[in-house]
């Protein structure tokens, strides 16, 4: 039998420990406009805005999630290496949920030209419903199985994830879509 030791330990210093937030949130602000760049080039402005907005909402939902229950589970919520990991894992799922989303509203567009812009978008978002739940089921099945096998090295990792898909699924819908149908300008 072999005695189970230190599987990891990590020790940043301040110095680098700034420069490593600094350059995550440089990340995080670049991949967000580049993402605006290819919504807005694929669709149109409000569609790049209404998936910034989602997408910026997961983050902000991981990271108050992470910061009110830091202290409260029983199992590390370091904002380390594996968390950056996890936000731009996130990041990258709800832009592909939200693109889905609206590759469909744009079918339904060209389809019914001479339909209500509101009912052409709530019928590709219908549409696409049963498809955005199962993935997203089997995604936190996933999860849920690293989180609770994955060992206490990768719980955190998986605590964001689990957290990301849920919020990544629905601002896909609830708030990406209904930004594309509230903000002025052209849509069709």
Do not use: C
């Not at 992470?66 to 990991?85: R, W």
């Not at 978008?121 to 049963?130: C, D, F, G, R």
């Amino acid at each position: 039998n072999k005695k189970r030791g230190l599987l990891q330990s990590t020790m940043v210093g301040p110095t680098i420990a700034d420069d490593f937030q600094r350059s995550a949130t440089y990340a995080t602000i670049f991949g967000l406009a580049i993402i605006f760049l290819y919504i807005l080039f694929r669709f149109r402005w409000q569609y790049g805005t209404g998936a910034v907005f989602a997408v910026v909402h997961d983050v902000f939902i991981v990271l108050s999630l992470f910061s009110i229950f830091k202290n409260i589970l029983p199992f590390s919520l370091e904002i380390d290496q594996a968390f950056i990991a996890a936000l731009l894992t996130i990041i990258g799922y709800s832009i592909n949920d939200t693109v889905v989303i609206f590759d469909r509203i744009r079918e339904y567009l060209l389809d019914n030209k001479t339909k209500d812009f509101k009912e052409v978008i709530n019928a590709a978002v219908n549409k696409t419903l049963s498809r955005t739940i199962m993935t997203s089921v089997t995604t936190l099945l996933v999860v849920v199985i690293l989180f609770i096998l994955g060992g206490e090295v990768i719980r955190g990792f998986a605590f964001a994830l689990l957290i990301g898909v849920i919020s990544g699924t629905y601002s896909s819908i609830f708030i990406a879509t209904p930004a594309v149908v509230d903000l002025p300008g052209k849509k069709r």
